[in-house]
């Protein structure tokens, strides 16, 4: 299908961004920023969405870059999964980060899709929503009443929906620097490498440890049974057991919710015990 027509604006400031966004708004035409287009092209495409106006976010400045900022690290919310999985500081301070970037995809999508946009889109399967919601991250929005900040783990509200106005851009993802004693685990099970994940798990284990769960759910979900077991020294089989209590998993057309629900388990015994959390 060819895409619905639509006006087309690209500035090169943030405030003009979210100017633009509350103004197409207010005139009733929908707008939508734009990162790297890989989840909103093929929905405009399939006319799944159709906004009146696109506001292209490529070229804001501000909006790239990955600094140490008070014991911080802060990505800009246009990096690009690809430099998720190269960046040194990245690599030092967030490693789960980009291990996991890794998985999305395939390298040509990874070149184009942004951290900002995966955060922003909210896909369920989608890997970096669960990674900084078990990094304890913290998201910085633009919109037209100013700045705000909100933790990841209460950004997410279920399958595509954010705590996120539509006029808000995502500005920033501030994360808490790793140390070198920090311990971190990741797995996912999907059909081909690049394909979304039919269950995946990442697991933040220092200090009071963070199990979150995608592709399970209807979106990134902390697995409270499971991380008092991981806490209590339990085996990787009992915190495999135990995990998922309470928790919804879904059911689709490749996967019923009790077939998702054991690879959900193989996929977290699995991390744990690779990374050396649990015997
Ligand atoms: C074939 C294919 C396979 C894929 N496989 C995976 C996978 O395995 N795992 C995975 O996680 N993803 C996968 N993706 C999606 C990919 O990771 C995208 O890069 C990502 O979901 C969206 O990032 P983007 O920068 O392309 O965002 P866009 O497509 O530009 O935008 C996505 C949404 O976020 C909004 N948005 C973007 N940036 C901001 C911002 N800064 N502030 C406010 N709103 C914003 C847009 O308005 C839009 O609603 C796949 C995509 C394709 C085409």
């Known amino acids: 299908m060819k895409f619905a027509p639509f006006s087309y604006a690209c500035p090169t400031e943030a405030a003009e961004a979210v ?95 942004t951290i900002g946009g995966s955060i922003c889109n909210a896909d369920p399967a989608a890997e970096l929503p669960a990674v900084v919601v078990a990094l304890g991250a913290r998201l910085h929005l633009l919109g037209p009443a100013g700045a705000r900040a909100i933790e990841a783990r209460r950004f997410f509200r279920g399958y595509y929906e954010t705590a996120k106005a539509a006029e808000e851009l995502l500005t920033s993802i501030e994360i808490p620097i790793a140390a070198a004693a920090d311990r971190w685990a990741f797995g996912e099970l999907a059909r081909r490498r690049g394909d979304y994940a039919l269950a995946g798990v990442a697991v933040a284990a220092t200090g009071a440890p963070r199990i979150v769960w995608f592709g399970v759910g209807d979106g990134p979900r902390r697995d409270g049974a499971a991380e008092a077991a991981l806490a209590a020294g339990a085996p990787a089989a009992e915190i495999a057991q135990a995990a998922l209590a309470g928790i919804e998993v879904a059911s689709d057309h490749t996967t019923d919710a009790e077939t998702r629900a054991r690879i959900a388990r193989v996929v977290l015994r699995r991390a744990l015990t690779g990374a050396g959390l649990a015997a």
């Open 19 to 113: 100017r633009l966004c509350a103004e197409a708004a207010g005139a009733g035409l929908g707008a939508r920023f734009i990162a790297g287009g890989q989840s909103l092209l093929p929905a405009l495409a399939f006319r799944l969405d159709q906004p009146g106006t696109l506001i292209d976010i490529g070229r804001i400045g501000a909006l790239r870059g990955v600094t140490l900022h008070e014991g911080r690290l802060v990505i800009g919310a246009l990096t690009t999964h690809a430099t998720l999985e190269r960046d040194p500081l990245i690599a030092r301070h967030a490693p789960m980060l980009a291990h996991a970037a890794g998985f999305i995809a395939h390298a040509a999508i990874r070149n184009r899709g």
